[in-house]
Nanobody, 123 residues
Framework: QVQLVESGGGLVQAGGSLRLSCAAS????????MGWFRQAPGKGREFVAG????????YYSDSVKGRFTISRDNAKNTVFLQMNSLKPEDTAVYYC????????????????WGQGTQVTVSS
């Protein structure tokens, strides 16, 4: 069984920064893909950023490219999402997710999910 635990959300003013963490446990993650998703009130869950543990490549949605950075600590099986230049439209619950089939952009292609962490950006 895989466990994902997010932390680091909070309230920040527009233009500010937050760093989210996702601690993964329960399996060897070398063959997994990891993704960050978010869901704003009344909207669907959307892909934000992701990578596969076996690759150095990272992927971002157009809405966050250049502002958000996904990174990892291999030794600690931890994934980070550094969010800079935050905007009110970034307000959402942010989720960490994992799957074994490779990087995907649709939430329903991920098998494991964290509980989510709230990010609120005030204008």
């Amino acid at each position: 069984q895989v466990q994902l635990v997010e932390s680091g959300g909070g309230l920040v003013q527009a233009g500010g920064s937050l760093r989210l963490s996702c601690a993964a446990s329960g399996r060897t993650f070398s063959s997994y893909a990891m993704g960050w998703f978010r869901q704003a009130p009344g909207k669907g869950r959307e892909f934000v950023a992701g990578f596969t543990w076996s690759s150095i490549h990272t992927y971002y949605s157009d809405s966050v490219k250049g502002r958000f950075t996904i990174s990892r600590d291999n030794a600690k099986n931890t994934v980070f999402l550094q969010m800079n230049s935050l905007k009110p439209e970034d307000t959402a619950v942010y989720y960490c997710a994992a799957n074994t089939v490779g990087l995907r952009y649709r939430y329903y292609e991920y098998d494991y999910w964290g509980q989510g962490t709230q990010v609120t950006v005030s204008s």
